[in-house]
C-alpha cells in the first residue's frame, strides 16, 4: 500500500483525523452541556484528581503453586474523588478545565488532519506543515511543563488542607509529552530542509 | 544573481519561439519560462547540452557572467 498520494494510508489517517476531529467537538458541546446542566440541577459535583504518591501497599498475592513466592499488589497513582459544592467559582474552573483540555485536543488534531491531508496531495514538504508540525511541538512541550506545574499547585492545596498521614505525595512530570515534542521540533527542522531540496529541485532545470 | 541567462537573445538570433524551443528539447513550457526568466537556481549539463544542440550555439552564449558585487556600493551610495 502506498503511503503518499490518493487511495494511500494517508488518505485512510486523513479521514480518520476528520471523524476524529468532529467526534472531539461533539463530545466537547456534550460533556460542556453536561456539566453546566449538572451543576445547575445538583447542588454538588465530584471531582476527580489524579495524584502520585509514595507506593501503598493495597494487598497480598498468593501464588497458586511454589514456583513463585507471595506477592504484593502496590499502587503509586490514583484518582481522589471530592465531592464540591456547585458553586459559580467551581463550575468556572471546571469549565475552564474541560474548554483547555478540549481545545488542546481539537487544535492537535486538526493541525495532524492538515498535514495527513497534504501527504494525500503529495505535498509532503509543504511549508505549512513546518509550521503546522512546530504547532504541535509547542503544545506538547507547554502541556508537560503546564501539567507539572499544576501538579506542584494541586499537591500544596491537597497537602495544606488533607490529612494524609503516611501517605506522601509525590510529583510525576510528563516526559513523554515532552519527549514527543523534542523530536517534533527536530522533525520539523527535516522538513524544513526536505522543503528547501525540493523547492532547489523544482527550479533545477 | 551573478550569472545572466540570455535564452532569449539566442531564441530571437535563431528567430525561435518558446513554444518551438519547448518541443524540441523536451522540456516544459513553464520550466523553460523559469529559465528564461532567470528564475532557476540550476542548470543540469543534459539541458544545456539539449538547449545548445538545438539553438546551435555554444554554452557561453546561454550563460554569461556579470560582477553585480562593484556594483552595489554604487548603488548604495545613491540610494544613501
Known amino acids: 500500500m502506498k503511503a503518499l498520494g490518493n487511495k494511500s494510508l494517508s488518505a485512510i489517517l486523513a479521514r480518520v483525523l476528520t471523524v476524529l476531529w468532529w467526534l472531539e467537538w461533539v463530545t466537547f458541546a456534550f460533556v460542556f452541556t453536561f456539566a453546566m446542566v449538572v451543576a445547575g440541577v445538583k447542588k454538588s459535583f465530584t471531582l476527580s484528581i489524579p495524584v502520585n504518591y509514595s507506593a501503598i501497599t493495597l494487598r497480598k498475592i498468593i501464588p497458586v503453586n511454589n514456583e513463585f513466592s507471595a506477592g504484593v499488589l502496590n499502587s503509586t497513582s490514583g484518582n481522589l474523588n471530592l465531592t464540591l459544592d456547585s458553586s459559580w467559582q467551581h463550575v468556572a474552573l471546571l469549565l475552564t478545565a474541560l474548554t483547555t483540555v478540549f481545545t488542546l485536543a481539537i487544535m492537535i488534531t486538526f493541525q495532524l488532519k492538515a498535514i495527513f491531508s497534504s501527504f494525500t496531495r503529495n505535498l509532503p514538504f509543504h511549508d505549512a506543515n513546518i509550521r503546522r508540525i512546530r504547532n504541535i511541538a509547542f503544545v506538547l512541550i507547554g502541556y508537560s511543563v503546564i501539567q507539572w506545574l499544576l501538579i506542584l499547585v494541586v499537591n500544596r492545596v491537597l497537602a495544606a488542607n488533607f490529612r494524609w498521614e503516611q501517605v506522601q505525595l509525590t510529583y510525576s512530570f510528563n516526559l513523554s509529552a515532552l519527549a514527543t515534542g523534542l523530536v517534533l521540533i527536530v522533525i520539523a527542522e527535516i522538513f524544513r530542509l526536505g522543503a528547501t531540496l525540493e523547492n532547489e529541485n523544482k527550479l533545477t532545470i | ?80
Do not use: H, W
Not at chain 2, 42 to 70: H, K, M, N
Open chain 2, 1 to 80: 544573481m551573478a550569472i545572466i541567462v540570455n535564452l532569449d537573445v539566442m531564441m530571437a538570433k535563431r528567430k525561435m519561439s518558446l513554444n518551438k524551443l519547448s518541443e524540441e528539447v523536451g522540456i516544459t513550457l513553464s520550466n523553460l519560462s523559469i529559465l528564461k526568466q532567470g528564475k532557476a537556481k540550476a542548470i543540469r549539463f543534459s539541458t544545456l547540452e539539449l538547449l545548445c544542440r538545438v539553438l546551435d550555439c555554444q554554452p557561453g552564449d546561454i550563460l554569461e557572467y556579470r560582477d553585480t558585487t562593484a556594483e552595489t556600493p554604487e548603488l548604495l551610495y545613491t540610494e544613501i
